[in-house]
């Protein structure tokens, strides 16, 4: 690892530098001050936007460089004193940077974010190019404009507004694999120095909707279980031999359709599900996201958030079975499907998993066992929601978008969280960004609004702000 060297002539110490950096910029025209950064901030979006940083394998190496040394000259022209890489076997470097806080006695914000994106998928599906950033109505369209590089340009816009010396120390974590995953996830815990904060701003998500302030207080676990059967040792026609021949394929569903009860809820025992109390989707704009008919039901009973956030969700994520086109009339001697269990936040993953697998072992459709295989788990995360951090965060959301913030969680994973967490342990998490709902991550078409980065970067302003304020009056009272 390379790093640059602070230059601690330049770091105030005392409380009294404190009040000097925050007088530094007028907090009262920090909104003015980010609507004049925007065309800076949205010029700077495009030239990362348009670099196809996909770090999956099989794609090129060469643009996820070039997006990680456009954001270190970012960092530089800020003036961040110490800027380094992290690199780690098979994955792509991390940019870690540093600005110390302006006095002993000030705290330290973790930012996070990461400047890799998901592959584009068909690209005929797009209404553009997904790698040339296209005006939309209000906002932009490129693949991984939203998520995650709209939140990367909201970390360097608070910077700039605060002239790169914000009231507090700053760390920056800008990762360059979180599509795949990498060895990253767990690195903080091995290193907590490097990454001991106050709080840290999850930047990789966003509101439930456009102009809804939102904070996301859970993540939802996941793991996931192969589930095999085998009857015969090849197929058999099925007209001799179809009656009494164990067909494999009708033995897995069978199993399969064990998981879930009537109304579509999970029947496995021992999956934690508890009541949602926070803010939701509606129906109709969950069917929208979804793309789901008005004349189909949804599954499962009780409310939106205990289904899709409290508790748990089976999915069958892929099936060995022969193709219906060219299919033989034959007893199919051989099936396989890889399931994806998600869970509550607070659930253990491996006693989670375990419930499934052993759910499934102790089946025997037709009398026939099953082979069950856990794979990878990854474990959910619930936020603590009543420190100083939430307080000031709660404030600047309602300052940058003009209402209270809502409470929500996210059946998604991001597996760093619980690594910074580990590291920082008394640290206070907060997810939140410039993305939303509608934004189209990991889908064709996906965009950013204007209004939305331009409403993070004033909040992320007023958060830092605040949480440097009443830190220092926790401190001097």
Not at 39 to 45: E, I, N, S, T
Not at 59 to 78: I, W
Not at 99 to 128: C, F, K, M, N
């Amino acid at each position: 690892m390379a790093a640059t060297d602070r230059d601690p002539d330049n770091e105030p110490n005392d409380l009294n530098d404190l009040d000097e950096v925050s007088d530094l910029v007028d907090d009262s025209d920090l909104p003015g001050r980010v609507d004049r950064l925007m065309d800076g901030l949205v010029a700077d979006l495009e030239r990362l936007a348009a670099i196809p940083s996909i770090a999956f394998p099989g794609f090129p190496a060469g643009p996820v460089q070039e997006a990680h040394d456009l954001l270190v000259g970012l960092l530089h022209d800020v003036g961040v004193p110490h800027v380094e890489r992290i690199d780690l076997p098979d994955t792509a470097p991390v940019v870690f940077a540093e600005i110390p806080p302006p006095t002993p006695v000030a705290p330290t914000v973790l930012l996070y974010s990461h400047y890799d994106v998901q592959p584009p998928g068909d690209e005929s599906l797009w209404r553009s190019p997904p790698f040339e950033p296209t005006p939309i109505e209000g906002g932009l369209r490129a693949r991984g404009i939203a998520d995650d590089k709209s939140n990367v340009i909201a970390h360097l816009g608070m910077l700039r507004a605060f002239g790169g010396r914000p009231p507090v120390g700053v760390k920056i974590v800008f990762e360059g694999q979180e599509e795949y995953g990498s060895p990253f996830d767990g690195y903080p815990p091995t290193d907590p120095d490097r990454f001991a904060c106050d709080a840290m701003v999850i930047a990789d998500l966003g509101n439930l909707r456009p102009g809804t302030p939102t904070l996301t207080t859970g993540l939802r676990g996941a793991a996931e279980v192969m589930v095999e059967v085998r009857t015969l040792q090849e197929p058999r026609h099925s007209g001799e031999f179809g009656g009494a021949a164990p067909d494999a394929l009708l033995t897995l569903l069978k199993a399969l359709a064990t998981l879930h009860d009537v109304h579509g809820d999970v029947a496995v025992e021992g999956l934690r599900r508890e009541e949602w109390t926070g803010t939701s989707y509606t129906e109709d704009e969950f069917r929208d996201l979804a793309s789901v008919a008005e004349d189909l039901p949804l599954l499962g009973s009780g409310t939106l958030g205990e289904r899709l956030w409290s508790g748990p969700a089976i999915t069958v994520i892929g099936l060995d079975a022969p193709g219906v086109d060219g299919a033989a009339s034959a007893v199919v001697p051989y099936a396989r499907a890889k399931l994806n269990l998600r869970f509550h936040p607070k659930q253990d993953p491996h006693e989670a998993q375990d419930h499934l697998v052993r759910h499934l072992r102790a089946l025997r459709p037709f009398g026939i066992p099953l082979t069950v295989t856990p794979g990878d788990t990854g474990p959910g995360y619930e936020a603590a929601t009543g420190g100083p951090a939430y307080r000031a965060a709660r404030a600047a959301l309602k300052e940058a978008w003009g209402s209270d913030a809502s409470y929500v969680a996210t059946g998604g994973s991001i597996p760093l969280v619980n690594g910074l967490a580990q590291a920082a342990p008394d640290a206070e998490v907060l997810l939140f960004g410039a993305q939303d709902s509608l934004c189209n991550l990991h889908a064709p078409n996906e965009r950013v609004l204007f209004s939305e980065l331009r409403a993070t970067v004033v909040a992320m302003c007023a958060f830092v702000r605040r949480y440097a304020d009443d830190f220092r009056k926790g401190v001097t009272s």
